[in-house]
């Protein structure tokens, strides 16, 4: 496994909800930069939320009424929990890490392997 694992992604029908979890390995990512991307059929991967290691939140603007993203730094985990769900959200959602590492701005980043989504009646 790798230093991120999401977990949550299975059948949801239409309207239903999702929360998806994103268990990092190491404390360290308590200081970086957590978010949810998606990478639907035919399309490229995409921005869903973002939380910065202080908690500031940001949302993609077709999710940001019905999604909510935090994080529990104690237990080094990310969540994403999606309501109102349509079969355009189907997916395959990945976690990322960021964080920058020297004054020129150069950033490590970190993704997870990715959990599937379907959402279908």
């Known amino acids: 496994q790798g230093d991120l694992v999401e977990s949550g992604g299975g059948l949801v029908q239409p309207g239903g909800s999702l929360r998806l979890s994103c268990a990092a390995s190491?404390?360290?990512?308590?200081?970086?930069?957590m978010a949810w991307y998606r990478q639907r059929p035919g399309k490229q991967r995409e921005l869903v939320a973002s939380i910065s290691s202080s908690g500031s939140t940001n949302y993609e603007d077709s999710v940001k009424d019905r999604a909510t993203i935090s994080r529990d730094n104690a237990k080094n985990t990310l969540y994403l929990r999606m309501n109102a769900l349509q079969p355009e959200d189907s997916a395959v959602y990945y976690c990322?890490?960021?964080?920058?590492?020297?004054?020129?701005?150069?950033?490590?980043?970190?993704w997870g392997q990715g959990t599937l989504g379907t959402v279908s009646s």
């Open positions: 190491r404390r360290a990512f308590r200081g970086y930069r």
């Open positions: 990322h890490a960021r964080t920058t590492v020297n004054v020129e701005g150069a950033t490590v980043e970190h």
